[in-house]
Nanobody
Framework: QVQLVESGGGLVQPGGSLRLSCAAS????????MGWYRQAPGKERELVAAITPGDSTNYLDSVKGRFTISRDYAKNMVYLEMSSLKLEDTAVYYC????????????????WGQGTPVTVSS
């Protein structure tokens, strides 16, 4: 079975920085895209950043220039560097792995981590 485990969330003051990490483990042959989503209280989950093979990235408009997504293909890990954090960045951040195959011709599936909370507060 494939598991995603996030780490790095916590409490930070406005203007501060955090680095989130997500490790995909299990019997993995390949992963297509990996990304970070977030869900604030009372709001829908939204895509924050995603990265595809070849390192093509896309970002939520409100985090452009402040957040950077990167990926370690050998370790099946994805990172989110967050800087200049704002109060409105407060949310639970979820890691997503899209198009995961456990063997070359296997059915691709998507997986989610359990989430890591990020609280921006003074």
């Amino acid at each position: 079975q494939v598991q995603l485990v996030e780490s790095g969330g916590g409490l930070v003051q406005p203007g501060g920085s955090l680095r989130l990490s997500c490790a995909a483990s299990g019997s993995i042959f390949s992963i297509n895209a990996m990304g970070w989503y977030r869900q604030a209280p009372g709001k829908e989950r939204e895509l924050v950043a995603a990265i595809t093979p070849g390192d093509s990235t896309n970002y939520l408009d409100s985090v452009k220039g402040r957040f950077t997504i990167s990926r370690d293909y050998a370790k099946n890990m994805v990172y989110l560097e967050m800087s200049s954090l704002k109060l409105e960045d407060t949310a639970v951040y979820y890691c997503n792995a899209e198009g995961v195959r456990i063997w070359r011709f296997g059915q691709p599936n998507d997986y989610w981590g359990q989430g890591t909370p990020v609280t921006v507060s003074s």
